[in-house]
């Protein structure tokens, strides 16, 4: 553009700047084809907006292949004029998969590390689900559709415990479920910042985050009012 107008290239930078156009940048953008996708989207977002009273609305889904990496050197902490440092090279010690339930009235979650996201890991999860939970509340779950919530295992089961009604959010709009919120949140602050140097250690800072972040709440209330307590299994039973 400089070489077309006869002008410096610093020139078009600044009439770029004042006019607020940044031609380098892109953004992507997905139009959904999803059939009903506005009912979806009042479905979900009524229950956040207004949960039922006598009923349990949860947020649920997995991060996998949580890495835990062991950074080659120790990094050096904040300090005044100079940020905290890590190295960009590391060792792999193993992976883990967090299950998440976020109660959108109490904000208590129900969470736990398992080695995988098969639907065996699943159906776990809505066991300790059903554990948590005080008999006699519906309980709502939003979930995204990644096929291990509709094999047809996880289907059995469902038919056995009626108070659970799952809510899938449209495709390519799994934003939609507020767990994922909670996933970048100790993902950035927790997570991408701490050097492990096996799987127990980085499930040891999981759940540390997670106690941490819920400590104000009196787990007994909100169990009282329809929430859901933070259980925290034993690794050793978690295998098993």
Known sequence: MAEAMCISPSSVGRIWAEAGLKPQITKGFKVTNQPLFEEKVTEIVGFYLDSPDWAVVLCVDETSQIQALDRIQPGLPHKKGRAATMTHDYERHGTTTLLAALDVKSGQMISECLPGHRAREFLKFLRNIDKAVPAGRDLHLILNNYATHKTPEVRAWL???????????????????????????ITLRRIRRGSYSSVDDLEAV???????????????????????PHPRTPRAERAR
């Open 159 to 185: 038919e056995k415990h009626p108070r659970f009604k799952l809510h899938f959010t449209p495709f390519s709009a799994s934003w939609l479920n507020l767990v994922e919120r909670f996933f970048a949140e």
């Open 206 to 228: 999981i759940y540390d985050y997670l106690e941490t972040t819920t400590r104000s709440r009196s787990p007994s209330n909100e169990q009282n009012r329809g929430g859901c």
